[in-house]
């Protein structure tokens, strides 16, 4: 009959004591961990805005004006459908830097009610309708970006 070396005191001690000796290093570690975690997830979820192209004219918007096309266009989400409509009635007749000014001040919003995850303009388009209203879309802007 062979005996544990745990059963010796001194040798459960030292286990102890390595245990506790892990228990630091485990705590930040994991703290370093988080914070790598949580800056790797605000970079890539940040909002890059479009520049304006001065060579394709005035944008046929204010930033007021493209401030609230923006917050227009995110109230049309509802519950269970979005209002193609009035999406449509925003962005139509605007030029490549009306949109872009319509873009940046859309910035990331919720798509859905359900995944929560922040989208910009065109994304939120492509999570919202289907193929054929996003191309329906796309015509009223000349295919400048979807």
Known sequence: MSKSKLGNPFV???VVQKTADAI???IKLSAV???VVV???MYTNRFIKIREINSYGAANVSFAQAIAKADSIAKSKGVFTTDFDNVATQIAQLNYNGFVRV???FGNRTGTYITG???NLIEWFYNQFNDHEV???SLLLGGAFF
């Open 33 to 35: 961990i988080a914070v």
């Open 103 to 105: 873009y940046n001040a």
């Open 117 to 119: 995850t922040d989208l």
């Open 39 to 41: 800056g790797y997830r």
């Open 135 to 137: 191309s329906q879309l």
């Open 12 to 14: 459960v001690a030292a």
């Open 24 to 26: 630091p290093f485990l």
